[in-house]
């Protein structure tokens, strides 16, 4: 049984909502999951090496920066070295501003820079998920998730 953390940051739901199907996917693939929020939970970096797989979910804040509630953990990303570490990211945004979902790529960029191994696909919604987007979210957890014993 591998282990799972998804961390998600959710202004109006929209992410959570995200989170959610990813997590409800996860447990249905009998792995251990916990699941955090940048609003309520403490979430140290180096936690983060404890697990097989992360998944961060971040909305896009104003013109596409990290949400305020995830600026903190973003910064001290850089005290842990991620090399082979594989992280997934995704989160919902809004087309109206000039990158659409700026803050995951912004996310998945850092990461990447601080040697994760990226699932190739960064998840991303525009507002509220409607059905085929809650479907794009299970697809993702399942190529995170059978990306485990590759990385393993």
Do not use: W
């Amino acid at each position: 049984m591998n282990k799972i953390l998804v961390i998600c940051s959710s202004c109006t739901g929209n992410t959570e909502m995200m989170a959610k199907a990813i997590v409800h996917y996860i447990q249905k693939q009998e792995h251990h999951v916990v699941y955090k929020s940048f609003e309520f939970d403490v979430i140290d970096v180096k936690e983060l090496l404890e697990y097989d797989l992360v998944l961060i979910g971040t909305h896009s804040a104003d013109d596409g920066q990290i949400p305020y509630e995830a600026e903190d953990f973003y910064n001290e990303l850089n005290e842990v070295d991620f090399t082979g570490r594989l992280i997934g990211v995704f989160g919902s945004g809004e087309s109206f501003y000039d990158v659409f979902c700026e803050s995951i790529e912004l996310m998945g960029n850092h990461l990447e820079h601080l040697g994760a191994k990226l699932v190739p696909d960064r998840l991303k919604v525009e507002l509220e998920p409607d059905d085929d987007d809650l479907i794009r979210c299970e697809a993702f957890a399942e190529k995170a998730c059978s990306m485990i014993d590759e990385v393993l």
